[in-house]
């Protein structure tokens, strides 16, 4: 089935990520402050603890609600999936997923791998981060165009065998273009989506979680924990309404809400206990996060544009509307410009 062959396509491509973590080569000379951190008035261990405790709840709370939110949207009217309403709203969180990628994860990877605390060669020899979200975005769009092509092949039908009708066109095979067609394509279509988007959003989180728990300062700790709230809920309500479109299971709905709600509580909960050993700015943690940052960005800019933004502005209702076109890209730019707005926190 497509299906499998695109969590297997998936699965090698994590596995890929992580195997070169493990090979990437750590700095050993490097300056003596990044191996420890430095004087902070704000670094408060004691006091960081209870505000990180609270970032878990708050951040799970938000997050349960922004993505369960669409998921119950078929029982409120003017919220169902084929309305105006919905459209917009998920053009929306499209738009905050797509700043997210641009103003928080590429920004972060860029800082981390060309930081002082790296050797000279490889990491400001080449652009590392730049590299890595082009090949996550093209790795990304063989995944979504390789998971279609099998769904395809699977379901072509109509061949018209050697030596009947006229002419050699006769001996093409051709899948049928009726609407059960079509409904099937789109279903897979949205099916992908929500699988890959999940993917990239659950090793962002993970990161900005591990990020906040390791962490002992409390100036910074408490921007954040109202930042990654919002940033969790409206990101959320993106894939939430992927998730409602592919039609899952309940089941698998909840699976997914779920794994998508515990990844930044969990990422906060592994940080506190690698507090004692985990630096942000040790060579290690530096490339490690740096690259999964670089591959999370290059996912989620290109599923934001591409597979989101882009088929809502050319699907049929949209081009059949200009003035609906007008309210999604305005809704589109303001989640954008949230985002940008939380990037001076977050």
């Not at 990520?17 to 990437?24: K, L, R, W």
């Not at 050697?162 to 899948?175: R, Y």
């Not at 279509?189 to 990239?200: D, H, N, Q, S």
Request: charged share 10%; glycine share 8%.
């Amino acid at each position: 089935m497509a299906s499998t062959s695109t969590l297997l396509m998936k699965t090698i491509f994590i596995v890929l990520i992580f195997v070169s973590f493990t090979i990437s080569p750590a700095s050993s000379t490097v300056p003596e402050e990044c191996a420890s951190e430095s004087a902070n008035p704000c670094v408060n261990k004691a006091k960081a603890l209870p505000l990180k405790i609270i970032a878990i709840i708050t951040i799970l709370v938000a997050s349960m609600i922004g993505v369960g939110a669409p998921l119950f949207s078929r029982s409120v009217p003017f919220l169902r999936p084929d309305g105006n309403i919905f459209t917009v709203v998920k053009c929306f969180a499209s738009g905050i997923i797509l700043g997210t990628g641009f103003m928080h994860v590429l920004p972060d990877s860029f800082d981390m791998l060309s930081s002082k605390c790296l050797e000279e060669n490889p990491w400001h020899k080449f652009p590392f981060t730049g590299f890595l979200a082009m090949l996550s975005g093209l790795i990304t769009l063989a995944i979504d165009s390789m998971a279609t092509s099998l769904y395809t092949s699977k379901n072509a039908v109509g061949i018209v065998p050697h030596g009947h009708g006229h002419g050699p066109a006769n001996d093409v095979t051709l899948p049928t273009k009726d609407d059960d067609d079509s409904a099937s394509a789109q279903l897979l279509r949205y099916r992908v989506i929500a699988m890959v988007l999940e993917l990239g959003i659950i090793v962002h989180s993970v990161v900005i979680g591990l990020s906040l728990g390791a962490t002992n300062d409390t100036c910074t700790i408490k921007g954040l924990i109202a930042a990654l709230c919002f940033h969790q809920m409206f990101e959320g309500m993106g894939l939430g309404g992927c998730i409602l479109q592919a039609e899952y299971t309940n089941m698998k709905k909840f699976l997914m809400a779920f794994f998508f709600a515990v990844t930044t509580p969990f990422g906060i909960a592994l940080g506190i206990a690698l507090s004692t050993v985990y630096r942000e700015n040790s060579p290690n943690a530096l490339i490690t996060v740096g690259l999964l940052n670089a591959c999370s960005a290059g996912l989620l800019i290109y599923m934001a544009l591409v597979d989101l933004l882009a088929a809502e502005f050319m699907g049929p209702k949209l081009q059949g509307s200009i003035k609906m076109q007008f309210k999604c890209f305005a809704a589109a730019l303001l989640g954008c410009g949230g985002m940008s707005i939380l990037a001076k926190w977050a």
